[in-house]
């Protein structure tokens, strides 16, 4: 199950924060705030630090997924520096594809409205909606 979805821009900027689990605790606006800061802070070191980034000649993506003992962290980080975060159960053990599927949605209803500034948090009632139909298919 995907308990919570979030998008932070390329400066660290929380721009989208929606939770589907009601029966756990809820971030308030202030901690997800924090937490994105602090995500991209950490996924930037570690993709400076990574070993292979520097023997492979390859651009390393940073933290994929980090695992806790309740829940497990996913990311998808797009070419322009966008992050998508998903904090799952520790079923779900690889969610690229869904991720990738997130961005695509971004890009149809938030992307392409001409209300919407890059940077800026997503208000898009569509974008709501279809992420919430693929949030309840996993």
């Known amino acids: 199950m995907i308990h919570s979805v979030f998008i932070i821009n390329r400066s660290g900027g929380l721009i989208y924060n929606k939770n589907y689990n009601t029966h756990i605790a809820q971030l308030s606006s202030n901690e997800a705030l924090i937490f994105a800061g ?10 400076r630090i990574a070993p292979t980034a520097k023997t492979t ?6 933290i994929q997924t980090i695992d ?3 829940f497990r962290l996913h990311c998808f980080q797009t070419p322009t520096g966008i992050k998508f975060i998903a904090a799952t159960d520790l079923l779900h053990t690889r ?18 409205s001409p209300f919407y500034n890059l940077e800026m948090p997503v208000r898009s009632d569509m974008f709501d909606a279809k992420l919430l139909q693929l949030v309840q298919q996993h």
């Not at 602090?38 to 993709?47: K, Q, V």
């Open 38 to 47: 602090t995500f991209h802070g950490i996924h930037a070191l570690a993709s």
């Open 57 to 62: 000649g390859t651009k390393d993506t940073g």
């Open 68 to 70: 806790t003992k309740n």
């Open 95 to 112: 969610l690229t594809e869904t991720l990738t599927r997130i961005y695509e949605l971004y890009c149809d209803y938030a992307l392409k």
